[in-house]
């Protein structure tokens, strides 16, 4: 009998179409969801219900604002885009914490529950008297999860700036080098597009969610162990910042800060996007061969010298990069992203330097994504047929585990959809007791 590849073992066992045959990791929690306003605190909470935790999404009566982040301010059965994805695998109820007999109630669910996430200022819930300390004399081994603009304690801690993923680029420090090059001697009058540049939508805030979800599985571990729970507190800002580590370094040698540097990156080179003649292509090269390797292919060895360097450091400096980079771009330029795809595979095998070639990789737009036959393979872009918004497709969970996989059960909810389950559960509330919740504006 052949044996059976690595590959073929994996898809048997890693395969997203029978993750619902098996156990779930996060089975036996249950999380209060008190993000508001926060995509940190939907991202959190996301990720522990994709591992398999009952997620109780805490709403206000008229929903989360969350809710409305689209693009176009295009909405699916009345939710944006966006929710559709961030409210997934989570029981949605409404409670209006300014009341205090919603705050009695929350009382109630937090003596059952394992984790609390919550993004208000800090102050806010202490003030209404849930606050951690509050709350873990009632549940001792509840862990209490903080994700807000400036953290816990601090001079800003208790800022009321709001926390957009926007304001978190800015705050990080990280996107005062991104951008084109404002030369010396230049000002923004004479090159007005030469501001810091954003990224992404959520590119701020999912790191902070995504800490704050590994610190809670970190937390429930030692809870394991100790049997008690604790506060766990992240800033949004501190959180990205974490990915421009190298920044803080350099300038605390040198005094020097990182200034915008547009396409190209003072911490290596070959690093960037060239142009073709049909789009654009990212290129890596990052060691000398590789550097070497990408001239070789282009047919510029002997032109260029290739054979004589001996270091990348003289490439790094930006002076240099900016008169390599021209001069590779007229190169690039030349040909289609198909063709330098298929030239740097080709030269990794047949090359001066092979198996050694520079990493080339075209630039997709969405579309290309989601029609790419390997993520189709996996799986990742699977449909995901809910109950109430129909067949909707979004991005399953990006890593796959063989016993305990992650999934998409269901993609939202409406907003106060799972009143009546999740209060029967939890605390036995009927039919009538809701009808009087209701009338009073409680839920």
């Known amino acids: 009998m052949a044996q059976q590849s690595a590959a073929e073992w994996f898809r048997e066992r890693d395969d997203p179409a029978i993750a619902h045959t098996k156990p779930e990791a996060l089975d036996d929690i249950t999380v209060l969801d008190l993000s508001y306003n926060s995509y940190a605190g939907a991202f959190c909470t996301s990720l522990l219900a994709e591992f398999g ?217 070959l690093y960037c996007f060239a142009p073709t003649k049909d789009g654009a292509v990212f290129l890596g090269a990052l060691r000398l061969e590789q550097w070497q390797a990408f001239v070789d292919m282009l047919g510029k060895w002997d032109e260029w010298g290739a054979a004589e360097w001996k270091e990348m450091a003289p490439f790094m400096a930006e002076d240099q990069q900016i008169k390599w980079a021209d001069l590779c771009f007229a190169e690039t330029r030349k040909y289609t992203n198909r063709e330098l795809v298929d030239m740097s595979v080709e030269y990794s095998k047949k090359g001066r330097l092979a198996p050694i070639a520079p990493v080339v990789a075209p630039i997709g737009n969405p579309m290309d994504t989601l029609e790419d036959p390997n993520w189709n393979d996996r799986g990742l872009f699977t449909p995901v047929d809910d109950p109430v918004y129909g067949p909707v497709v979004l991005a399953q969970a990006q890593y796959k585990l063989t016993e305990t996989p992650p999934r998409t059960k269901w993609v939202c909810r409406p907003v106060g959809y799972d009143n009546g389950f999740v209060y029967l559960k939890y605390l036995s509330y009927g039919p009538e007791k809701l009808k009087k919740l209701k009338e009073a504006g409680v839920i």
């Open 53 to 269: 935790a009952e997620v109780i999404k805490i709403e206000p009566p008229g929903g989360d604002f969350m809710r409305t982040c689209t693009p176009y301010g295009i909405q699916h059965q009345g939710v944006g885009l966006n929710y559709l994805t961030e409210g997934r695998n989570k029981f949605h109820v409404t409670l209006d914490l300014q009341k205090e007999e919603a705050r009695k109630i929350l009382e109630k669910m937090v003596a059952q529950a394992d984790v609390l996430v919550e993004t208000f200022t800090p102050g806010v819930m202490d003030g209404w008297g849930i606050g951690y300390e509050q709350l873990k004399e009632i549940n001792p081994r509840l862990i209490f999860a903080s994700i807000t603009p400036f953290g816990q304690f601090g001079p800003k801690s208790k800022s009321k700036m709001s926390d957009y993923d926007n304001i978190i680029q800015a705050r990080s420090g990280m996107h005062y080098a991104t951008g084109e090059i404002l030369p010396e001697g230049k000002t923004l009058d004479e090159m007005p597009w030469a501001i810091p540049t954003k990224s992404g939508p959520w590119i701020g805030a999912t790191p902070a969610g995504a800490f704050m979800a590994t610190g809670i599985m970190a937390a429930l571990y030692w809870r394991d162990a100790s049997g008690e729970g604790q506060a766990l507190d992240c800033a949004t800002s501190e959180a990205y910042a974490s990915f421009d580590d190298w920044a803080y370094q350099w300038y605390q040698e040198t005094g020097r800060v990182a200034e915008r540097f547009g396409n190209l990156d003072i911490a290596g080179w």
